[in-house]
Nanobody, 124 residues
Framework: VQLVESGGGSVEAGGSLRLSCVVT????????????MAWFRQAPGKEREGVAT???????NYDNSVKGRFTISQDNAEKTLYLVMNNLKPEDTAKYYC???????????????WGQGTRVTVSI
């Protein structure tokens, strides 16, 4: 299983970015039943935290800090995971990771596959 993120960058506060995560090798796991894809982020000196999750039935969940601003989705072929981030704030600055696992949870321990991360910097 391989997850490769892209789309990070530097933007001013109030701006937008769309992160992508191409997933390969996960098809067999998905066909076995429920699976979950998620976005996490880790700011310097802080713990990695869950941002958004999307279940195999399309159910989404968001951390309170990003509700109404971020949208998680996956394409029809379910090979790419997206995170659209609007109205970005300086506190959104972090390295963003996509993750895959058997169940949806905002806890890092729930996921057994991770990407290498893509950096997002939001300036005032």
């Amino acid at each position: 299983v391989q997850l490769v993120e892209s789309g990070g960058g530097s933007v001013e506060a109030g701006g937008s970015l769309r992160l992508s995560c191409v997933v390969t090798g996960f098809t067999a796991s998905r066909s076995a039943g429920r699976y979950c894809m998620a976005w996490f982020r880790q700011a310097p000196g802080k713990e990695r935290e869950g941002v958004a999750t999307i279940d195999s039935d399309g159910t989404t969940n968001y951390d309170n800090s990003v509700k109404g601003r971020f949208t998680i989705s996956q394409d029809n072929a379910e090979k790419t995971l997206y995170l659209v981030m609007n109205n970005l704030k300086p506190e959104d600055t972090a390295k963003y990771y996509c993750a895959a696992g058997p169940s949806c949870d905002m806890k890092r321990s729930a996921y057994n596959y991770w990407g290498q991360g893509t950096r997002v910097t939001v300036s005032i």
